[in-house]
């Protein structure tokens, strides 16, 4: 499950990413989907879906904005999607 939502996460960013503000590396997608919306794509449960966004901030990897998502390291985030991958 947490694979599915990562790369979905990893997809959006490369798809509709763009640069955040000067002085910051990462990429921020705007207008970022619902947690319902990201759910009924990946098909893993909402509740989940808030549960592995958590993990990702906790990490570090990732700032929820109020319309937004800041991936503050893109190469860390595909590590873990390859390593999901694997296991």
């Known amino acids: 499950a947490k694979f599915k939502v990562y790369s979905f996460l990893l ?9 955040p503000p000067a002085g910051r590396s ?8 619902s947690r319902r919306d990201i759910s009924s794509i990946t098909g893993v449960h909402r509740t ?3 549960k592995f966004l958590a993990d990702l901030e906790k990490l570090e990897l990732i700032e929820r904005l109020p319309s937004a ?3 503050k390291d893109l190469p860390a985030l595909e590590q873990l999607v390859r390593s999901l991958d694997i296991a």
């Open 26 to 33: 990462g990429v921020i997608i705007e207008n970022i989907l």
């Open 48 to 50: 989940n879906i808030i």
């Open 11 to 19: 997809h959006l960013a490369y798809r509709y990413g763009t640069p």
């Open 69 to 71: 998502i800041y991936i």
